[in-house]
């Protein structure tokens, strides 16, 4: 094999490698969950602004903060569970990162957020073309 055929191999297999692991992220991070599916993430400043860009497109969209001083900060590795007006769970899902978005159907929804046990808890409605976003906050 010269020295041109070795290269252009090398690029094809980095090429190939790079878009296997890509797509894996891309396939861990939208999931659908019973009714909802979602898009957690944000972790970095690169993925934190495609979050805020993709954030327009879900009706729901939570945000995890721990307080800290001297400054909040993001936290990730949050359990997420969403009920519908009829207690039925429609997302079960642990974020990735400090924003989790929702894709759900009008109606009232109870959200749960547990963070090292501690647990917090928001009504919302979802109305079409409406969009709710939620921080959460933990005290360390």
């Known amino acids: 094999m010269n020295k041109h055929s070795l290269f252009a191999l090398s690029v094809l297999v980095a090429a190939t490698t790079a878009f296997s692991v890509n797509a894996a992220q891309a396939q861990n991070t939208r999931t659908a969950a019973a009714a909802a599916g979602y898009l957690s993430g944000g972790i970095g400043q690169d993925d934190a602004a495609n979050m805020q860009r993709e954030a327009k497109n879900y009706p729901l969209e939570l945000e995890f903060v721990v307080k800290a001083t001297p ?6 590795d949050v359990h997420v569970k969403i009920n519908d007006a009829h207690s039925q769970t429609v997302l079960d899902a642990v974020s990735k ?6 894709q759900l159907p009008p109606g009232h929804y109870r959200i749960e957020a547990i963070k090292n046990g501690q647990s917090k808890t928001r009504d919302v ?6 969009h709710q976003h939620i921080m959460f906050e933990w005290i360390e």
Do not use: R
């Open 97 to 102: 990162g400090p924003f989790f978005l929702a």
């Open 125 to 130: 409605a979802i109305t079409t073309g409406s």
């Open 71 to 76: 400054k909040d900060e993001f936290t990730a």
